[in-house]
């Protein structure tokens, strides 16, 4: 199974500053048919399902502000957020779906310092 | 407007079976893969299992496999997971979640059906 790992497991960021969260998946999800890479990113506020955010490691999916982008090739991913907003305040999840079984990483708490 | 509406959720005890339903409207159900994802109380997300557009290919699991079997009706525009010898590790909200495309992200949710497992 690929594992994915972030890091940190939380942080506590100051409204308007900059947070970054990291990603890494245990074998590349980089598909060399489409080069491509196998990562989404979800956000999930309490008590809701989880939302996707970007795809294909960096494709903000419709509707997602701008101040959310994600970057990163291979085996290493960034989800940033460049000002941090009240309503930001979640738990965010990196996600491969290169291979079976599908695989989160464990999910980075994002808070307000 | 596109909806995933699960249910089915309950209390079971340990080795009892249960079914949920997803209800999918708003698209062409038969153009999608599907799948279930689960998150235990408190904890993170974890993939259970995935069916093609006609059913003739599914995925799971590894601790679901043998237990677990993922269905759907395209006539119905519904998805089903029975599940058989439940463990209390299966307690958990489950989801439905409709794949962009084959192997691809999940780019809708339901809001979940609660399984707890106990006695």
């Known amino acids: 199974d690929i594992v994915m790992t972030q890091s940190p497991d939380s942080l506590a960021v100051s409204l308007g500053e900059r947070a970054t969260i990291n990603c890494k998946s245990s074998?590349?999800?980089?598909?060399?048919?489409?080069?491509?890479?196998?990562l989404a990113w979800y956000q999930q506020k309490p008590g809701q399902p989880p939302n996707l955010l970007i795809y294909w490691a960096s494709t903000r999916e419709s509707g997602v502000p701008d101040r959310f982008s994600g970057s990163g090739s291979g085996t290493d991913f960034t989800l940033t957020i460049s000002s941090l907003q009240a309503e930001d305040v979640a738990v965010y999840y990196c996600q491969q779906h290169y291979g079976t079984p599908r695989t989160f990483g464990q999910g980075t708490k994002v808070e307000i310092k | 407007e596109v909806q995933l509406v699960e249910s089915g959720g309950g209390l079971v005890q340990p080795g009892g079976p249960l079914r949920l339903s997803c209800a999918a409207s708003?698209?062409?159900?038969?153009?999608?893969?599907m799948s279930w994802v689960r998150q235990a109380p408190g904890k993170g997300l974890e993939w259970v299992a995935n069916?093609?557009?006609?059913?003739?290919?599914?995925y799971y699991v590894d601790s679901v496999k043998g237990r677990f079997t993922i269905s759907r009706d395209n006539a119905k525009s519904s998805l089903y997971l029975q599940m058989n010898s439940l463990r209390v590790e299966d307690t958990a909200v489950y989801y439905c979640a409709r794949e962009v495309g084959g192997w691809r992200e999940f780019d809708y949710w339901g809001q979940g059906t609660l399984v707890t497992v106990s006695s």
């Open positions: 074998q590349s999800i980089l598909h060399s048919s489409n080069d491509k890479n196998y």
């Open positions: 708003g698209f062409s159900f038969n153009n999608y893969w």
């Open positions: 069916i093609k557009q006609d059913g003739s290919e599914k």
